[in-house]
């Protein structure tokens, strides 16, 4: 079923109050966590998975601004107002990527962006729209480096969930560059591939869900090789091996 147009892409983005009640969690637990009032498992957990909540919200957002930009009217209001529960599939975009998150311990994307390129007729458009999904992703990444600078001499806590959200952002940005139908790696090259490639990769990126299931099941082989990726973009960005190692450690739950 196409998604509704939405009216409130022509005015500025109004966050929704669902997107606002997760920050407000995100950001209670991070000054809990950093002046020592909450500690344990639970806390770190939380703190960790609605950061990366909110970043998938603003991945969706940005590829879903720069998409009306480019011509796609149809686009769910949802994500213009970065309401995760309004999201147009919520599924692959959200629940998928937590969850596999959670059970495999890398990040994992959250599929190509909500904008349909079939809209926008420029090339280049269409990769701009594709882009900025992982172009607001390496912010966010560089957004945590800089709260680990102004927090790395006070709390081991908080600097070891910064460290780890840092580190499931950068596994999350390798992957979703990959080339493959579903994620954003795909939409950036397919504006130039053949049409009867393109044909076929789009009929396989409508089922992003299953590839994020897949790269999943076959996350042993994908995790050597994104770890050895990712790992060194976060140290690049300043943050220390063992405030990852102390960072997962705090959100292990079993």
């Known amino acids: 079923m196409t998604p509704a147009p939405s009216r409130s892409g022509h005015g500025p983005a109004v966050p929704s109050a669902n997107f606002l009640l997760v920050t407000l969690i995100f950001a209670s637990l991070g000054f809990a966590l950093g002046l020592g009032a909450l500690k344990g498992a639970g806390a770190g957990f939380v703190f960790v998975m609605t950061g990366f909540v909110l970043a998938l919200c603003l991945h969706e957002f940005a590829h879903a601004r720069s998409g009306r930009k480019a011509g796609d009217t149809t686009i769910a209001a949802g994500y213009l107002t970065l309401d995760p529960r309004r999201f147009g599939e919520p599924i692959p975009k959200l629940v998928l990527p937590v969850l596999l998150t959670i059970l495999s311990g890398i990040g994992l994307p959250g599929g190509y962006g909500p904008a349909d390129r079939q809209r926008m ?134």
């Open 121 to 254: 007729p420029d090339r280049m458009r269409q990769m701009r729209a594709a882009a900025a999904g992982p172009g607001t992703s390496l912010a966010i990444l560089l957004v945590l480096a800089l709260l680990y600078g102004l927090t790395r001499a006070g709390s081991n806590a908080l600097s070891g969930v910064l460290a780890v959200s840092a580190l499931f952002q950068s596994t999350a940005l390798v992957l979703n560059l990959l080339p493959i139908p579903g994620l954003d790696g795909y939409g950036l090259v397919s504006p130039w591939l053949p049409e009867a490639w393109r044909a076929l990769g789009d009929r396989l990126a409508r089922h992003a869900g299953l590839v994020l299931v897949g790269i999943f099941l076959f996350s042993e082989i994908f995790g050597r090789v994104v770890f050895r990726v990712s790992f060194p973009l976060t140290t690049l960005l300043g943050f220390t091996p063992q405030d990852v190692v102390t960072g997962y450690r705090l959100i292990r739950l079993w």
